[in-house]
């Protein structure tokens, strides 16, 4: 079962929507949609929501690839999301701090 502040990716007619999870209500769910993917093709979408039925979401890896970084710094940002930011921040230092050992 999905959770608020899952990453899933939602799969439609010949294409898929990546998004995370805002709301659950039983079987349906409210995401906010960040990716479409059609033909292998990746397009970054203006963030809005999205319900659909937990049965067409698959859930996604939690790993964040340090490449990742810088947009999902941008995502927090957008969402004025103060404690996702320093997080991701954190992550950042970490990883620079790796680097140099």
Known sequence: MV??????????????LVG?????WDE???ITKVL????GEVQRIS??????DVSQMEPLPSDIHPEDLSV?????LDHYDREWFEELIER???YESAKTL
């Open 36 to 39: 479409r993917v059609a033909d």
């Open 3 to 16: 959770q608020v502040g899952d990453w899933v990716k939602v799969k439609l007619f010949g294409y898929y």
């Open 72 to 76: 999902l710094i941008d995502m927090a």
């Open 28 to 30: 349906t769910v409210q």
């Open 92 to 94: 950042v230092k970490q």
């Open 47 to 52: 963030q809005r929501s999205g319900i659909y």
């Open 20 to 24: 995370f999870v805002e709301y659950v």
